[in-house]
């Protein structure tokens, strides 16, 4: 079963440095989106992305970050400068259709876990 | 602002005791709701969309129902191995996103 690829499983890194996560989406999916869960809390929307623009984002996703589809298979989160709260799992997900409609069904991957020192 | 709140936060049950999770919702233009399960250290897995009122799914031992305030997981003779975290998510207005609860956390014991 088709499935979307994150990297890298945990990452551990100071305040005030940069990250980057890392994602490959099933491959016939054109959109795509980062969620985030801190521990104990809830699933929180990040962004979706379409055609190599943004379509949607949260308050969360300040100019701290941004995301990219460097070439035609990866999509990736840049943190510029983590802070402490940022710690939290990130979830790439992508889907077939976009938009608000209810067949527009994302998959999830397995998550990113990071912890800012 | 689009809320949606599952109970119990925990239940904890009996290999074969049956039982429901509830999710209730309060959002402007009801796209879908749905129903992903969640085990540690990896990410949402879909289980179920619903679209209307009186809607239902069933995928073996789960059954999916929704009203216009609320959406029930129903779990019948459950196995260990449905022990997870099950998210309930809505999708609402002109918006892509999802918005999710906290989850119940189920344990099944042999």
């Known amino acids: 079963e088709p499935e979307v690829t994150q990297t890298p499983s945990h990452q551990v890194t100071q305040m005030g440095q940069e990250v980057i996560l890392r994602c490959v989406p099933i491959?016939?999916?054109?959109?795509f989106y980062w969620y985030r869960q801190i521990l104990g809390q809830k699933v929180e929307f990040l962004v979706s992305?379409?055609?190599?623009?943004?379509?949607?984002k949260s308050e969360i996703f300040d100019d701290q970050f941004s995301v990219e589809r460097p070439d035609g298979s990866n999509f990736t989160l840049k943190i510029r400068s983590t802070k402490l709260e940022d710690s939290a799992m990130y979830f790439c997900a992508s889907s077939q259709i976009a938009g608000a409609s209810g067949a527009n069904v994302l998959t999830f991957g397995a998550g990113s876990r990071l912890t800012v020192l | 602002e689009d809320q949606v709140t599952q109970s119990p936060e925990a239940l904890r049950l009996q290999e074969g005791e049956s039982s429901s999770l509830n999710c209730s919702y309060t959002?402007?233009?009801?796209?879908?709701l749905f129903w992903y399960r969640q085990d540690p250290g990896k990410g949402p897995e879909f289980l179920f969309t619903?679209?209307?009122a009186g809607e239902e799914k069933e995928k073996e031992r789960l059954k999916a129902t929704l009203t216009k305030k609320e959406s029930f997981l129903h779990i019948t003779a459950p196995k260990p191995e449905d022990s997870a975290t099950y998210l309930c998510a809505v999708r609402a207005g002109g918006y892509s996103t999802l918005t999710f609860g906290k989850g119940t956390m189920l344990l099944v014991s042999p």
């Open positions: 959002v402007s233009g009801l796209r879908g």
């Open positions: 992305f379409y055609n190599n623009e943004i379509s949607e």
């Open positions: 491959s016939n999916h054109l959109y």
């Open positions: 619903l679209y209307s």
